[in-house]
Structure formats: C-alpha cells, structure tokens
C-alpha cells in the first residue's frame, strides 16, 4: 500500500471514533519534502484547493480559535456536527476546507483545529508526515517531544502563549499523524488526559 493510501486508511479510522461516517471530501497526504510550506501542495492540485497552507494557533481562515459555532453555522461554514462528550461537539469545515480541517467546540466556541493532511504546515514549516527529529530540529528549545499521562503515546507540543501547537503520532508509523491547534487547557489536557471534556 502506497504512503498515501496508508494515511487515508488512517485517517479515516482515526476520524471513524470520532464523527459519522457521512464525512466527505477526499483528503491525502503528501510525504515530507514533496512540496515546500508556500508552494500550493498536492491536496491542493488534486482537489481544486486553495485555502492558505497555514495552520497557526490562531486556526486557519474562518475557523479562528474562539469563533462561534452559531456563527460559523450561519455563514454556511459548517458541513457535519457530532456530539462529543459534555459540551463538546466535534464539526467538519466547508469549502476549500473540506475533507482538510476537524474542528472541535466547547461551549459553542472553537477551541481545536486539527488535520491530518500536508499541507497545511504550521507557521513553521512542520506538518503531518514529519518525524519527531524533524520537529525537534525546527523547533529547538521552543518545542518538547511530551507522553500522555497514561505512558503509551507521545507527541510533540509547542506552546505559543496559552495556546498549543500539538504534532501526535502515527497509528501506523513513526512521526506526525494528526497536527491540532488551540488552548492548552483543551488541546493538551486532552492529549495528556485522554480525551476529558
């Protein structure tokens, strides 16, 4: 099976516990060093996309951290919802987003943007794809290779104020699977704790 292929198959068991299977829009994976952060990427070329390639702290176009569910509903920004645990409800984006962008929010505001596709890269450069070392060397001191509280899964996690950039590993292989974006008291605490609300 093709590296693509192996991403897809695991992203979609990875987003299966986590939203309905009605999820659409096809996502790849391109391998690290295939396309540069400002270059318009493979998902890019194969799907029409042309979203910027950032995802920072901030979120990425309409879905900044903070946005309101209700809103972004609205404004046709929103394709799926699933309940999560507590206030928590899990959402699809739209557009040139769909099938790129998982978002989670806590009491109607985003608290987590995340993907498992490359691009988008953070401000950085770093994306799905990379490995552990990878980051480590564009990161430094800035960033910290982190295990949950449990000891059976690690991740690396820069922290930008009071927000996270959060890179989790691959089900399958080493390295990056799932690169997520927001407040360490949700992001963090999450990947630490074990998904709490």
Do not use: K
């Not at 991740?155 to 104020?161: D, I, M």
């Amino acid at each position: 099976m093709n590296r693509p292929a192996i991403l897809l198959t695991t992203a979609a068991l990875t987003l299966g516990t986590l939203v309905p299977a009605t999820v659409a829009g096809p996502a790849t994976a391109a391998p690290h060093g295939t396309a540069p952060a400002s270059a318009r990427g493979p998902l890019a070329a194969a799907v029409g996309h042309s979203h910027p390639q950032v995802l920072s702290v901030r979120g990425a176009g309409v879905y900044r951290i903070g946005a309101s569910l209700a809103t972004l509903t609205a404004n046709g920004h929103i394709d799926w919802t699933a309940s999560g645990c507590g206030p928590v409800v899990h959402a699809g984006a739209t557009g040139s987003w769909a099938g790129v962008l998982l978002l989670a929010f806590r009491d109607g505001r985003l608290v987590e943007v995340g993907t498992a596709t490359n691009p988008p890269r953070s401000p950085a450069g770093a994306g799905v794809g990379m490995s552990f070392a990878e980051l480590e060397a564009i990161y430094g001191r800035r960033g910290s290779l982190i295990r949950n509280d449990a000891g059976d899964a690690e991740a690396y996690l820069v922290r930008v104020g009071s927000r996270v950039e959060l890179f989790t590993g691959h089900p399958i292989r080493p390295g990056v699977g799932y690169f997520q974006v927001g407040p360490a008291s949700f992001v963090e605490r999450n990947f630490r704790q074990g998904g709490s609300c």
